[in-house]
């Protein structure tokens, strides 16, 4: 089954729509960063884990690799009203996401101007970290 990473406003949308069942019955698995789960969703939300949602682990490689993308990119993105940039949690959906490798799944235009950049550049662990 075919594993699809969220950042926190698709859950929060499918939610708001009273769509978040549907969401789970899809023949895919649904995964999102622990900690953005535990900061963002949790504490407001009943919990989509009873739905089949997977609390996964950001390695240390890939939470690095998400600490650089802020530099990289955010002077590059268009400002809008509201939340211009992604925030540390967006940028770890996305790090989980590359770290899977599999999609990522956002609603936010800015994160998948990144995404999208990201995807065309190779990745590895010696990119970012100190041996």
């Given at each position: 089954m075919r594993?699809l990473?969220?950042?926190?406003?698709i859950?929060?949308?499918m939610?708001?729509?009273?769509?978040?069942e549907t969401?789970f019955?899809?023949?895919?698995?649904?995964?999102?960063?622990?900690?953005?789960y535990?900061e963002?969703?949790?504490?407001?939300?009943?919990?989509p884990?009873?739905?089949?949602?997977?609390?996964?682990?950001v390695?240390?490689?890939?939470?690095?690799?998400?600490?650089?993308?802020?530099?990289q990119h955010?002077?590059?993105?268009?400002?809008?009203s509201?939340r211009?940039?992604?925030s540390?949690?967006?940028?770890?959906a996305?790090?989980?996401?590359k770290?899977e490798?599999?999609t990522?799944?956002?609603?936010d235009?800015?994160l998948?101007?990144?995404?999208k950049?990201?995807?065309?550049?190779?990745?590895?662990?010696?990119d970012?970290?100190?041996p």
């Amino acid at each position: 089954m075919r594993l699809l990473i969220s950042d926190a406003n698709i859950l929060i949308d499918m939610e708001a729509g009273a769509l978040i069942e549907t969401l789970f019955q899809l023949p895919m698995q649904f995964g999102i960063p622990d900690l953005l789960y535990y900061e963002e969703i949790e504490p407001h939300r009943p919990s989509p884990e009873d739905l089949g949602l997977q609390l996964m682990a950001v390695s240390g490689d890939f939470v690095a690799y998400a600490q650089q993308l802020p530099a990289q990119h955010n002077h590059l993105l268009p400002t809008k009203s509201g939340r211009d940039k992604p925030s540390h949690n967006d940028y770890l959906a996305l790090a989980l996401a590359k770290q899977e490798a599999c999609t990522l799944l956002t609603g936010d235009a800015n994160l998948r101007i990144i995404a999208k950049k990201s995807k065309s550049t190779s990745w590895a662990p010696s990119d970012c970290c100190a041996p």
